[in-house]
């Protein structure tokens, strides 16, 4: 089973940065779209930003300005930068993305595992 392994969670004060990466596990998969959700206690899941393979890019109106998504095609990587940080950027974020399987050219589409933000006031 694919697995998507994200990293760069934590606790942070408002108006800091954090950067999250996610990456899938094992070689054998390459990522197409790449994507970034998040979701807070009682509310549902939103899409936070997207990114291409070619690097076009999309984020929720909330998160324009601050987010930065970007991504290693080298390394099958895909990064969220998040500065000046809000108390209501607190949820969950978990990655999401198309993989090619680069044995038979199956498309999957993944998840990682999750990992928590927190931005305190």
């Known amino acids: 089973q694919v697995q998507l392994v994200e990293s760069g969670g934590g606790l942070v004060q408002a108006g800091g940065s954090l950067r999250l990466s996610c990456a899938p596990s094992g070689t054998i998969f390459s990522a197409n779209a790449m994507r970034w959700y998040r979701q807070a206690p009682g509310k549902q899941r939103e899409l936070v930003a997207g990114i291409t393979r070619g690097g076009s890019t999309n984020y929720a109106d909330s998160v324009k300005g601050r987010f930065t998504i970007s991504r290693d095609n080298a390394k099958n990587t895909v990064y969220l930068q998040m500065n000046s940080l809000k108390p209501e950027d607190t949820a969950v974020y978990s990655c999401?993305?198309?993989?090619?399987?680069?044995?038979?050219?199956?498309?999957?589409?993944?998840w990682g595992q999750g990992t928590q933000v927190t931005v305190s006031s």
């Open positions: 999401n993305a198309d993989l090619t399987d680069v044995r038979f050219g199956t498309v999957k589409n993944s």
